[in-house]
């Protein structure tokens, strides 16, 4: 059972480009969430995603967007890079319902990207 | 102000003693808390989850406790091995049905054998 998988490991931008990252949710699961993490910090909530629709979001800027597909998978889009943007990407994958009978979060290991 | 603080900020400690991590939080109205153990470069993964009902909840050698009234939550560990090295992080969600968990900044634990 492949837990959720994230692509890629690490990336490499510069200033003013765009970004794509990819998100698989663990089998079974059909909501997926996205966090920023910079250095020494806890995660930040971007967004959700269910039903291909944004749920919720968190205070990021509209240069971040996302996607979610039929098949549960998701996107996280970022436009414009800043320096800031530098930071480890973490996607969250569990089912739709109450947050107090959602047992766990699962998270993938994460896209590292660093924006030069 | 982070509405979930986490103290120490670092910790080290000798293979073999037990050791606690505290979680002040403000975030209100609350449905769980729960407890993440990442290692550094990868993903969070749960340790234990309680809801405002629950005032203990134990994983194997981690056991966490709950006060809702005084909004404080622990995380202790028995008999720290090597593999316990890295960061915990405490992690709070609201009730009534919004969804943004609210992360604290975690605490890094090193254990030295």
């Known amino acids: 059972d492949a837990g959720v998988t994230q692509s890629p490991t690490h990336l490499i931008k510069t200033r003013g480009q765009q970004v794509t990252l990819r998100c698989s949710p663990k089998?079974?699961?059909?909501?997926v969430s996205w966090y920023q993490q910079a250095l020494g910090q806890g995660p930040q909530f971007i967004f959700q995603?269910?039903?291909?629709?944004?749920?919720q979001r968190g205070n990021f800027p509209d240069r971040f967007s996302g996607h979610q597909f039929p098949n549960y998978s998701s996107e996280l889009n970022v436009n414009a890079l800043l320096l800031g943007d530098s930071a480890l990407y973490l996607c969250?994958?569990?089912?739709?319902?109450?947050?107090?009978?959602?047992?766990?979060?699962?998270f993938g290991s994460g896209t590292q990207l660093s924006v030069l | 102000k982070n509405q979930v603080e986490q103290s120490p900020q670092s910790l080290i400690i000798l293979e073999g003693k037990n050791c606690t991590l505290q979680?002040?939080?403000?975030?209100?109205?609350?449905?769980?808390l729960r407890w993440y153990k990442q290692d550094t470069g990868r993903g969070p993964v749960s340790l234990t989850i309680?809801?405002?009902?629950?005032n203990t909840k134990s994983n194997g050698r981690y056991t966490a406790t709950l006060d809702a009234d005084t909004k404080q939550s622990s995380l202790h560990i028995t008999a720290s091995q090597l593999s316990d090295s890295a960061s915990y992080i405490c992690?709070?969600?609201?009730?009534?049905?919004?969804?943004?968990?609210?992360f604290g900044r975690g605490t890094s634990l090193i254990v030295h054998p």
């Open positions: 995603y269910y039903e291909e629709e944004e749920r």
């Open positions: 992690v709070v969600t609201l009730s009534g049905g919004s969804y943004i968990p609210t």
């Open positions: 979680c002040n939080y403000t975030v209100s109205p609350f449905s769980n």
């Open positions: 089998s079974g699961h059909d909501t």
């Open positions: 969250a994958s569990s089912l739709w319902g109450d947050p107090a009978t959602n047992e766990k979060l699962f």
């Open positions: 309680m809801t405002f009902s629950e």
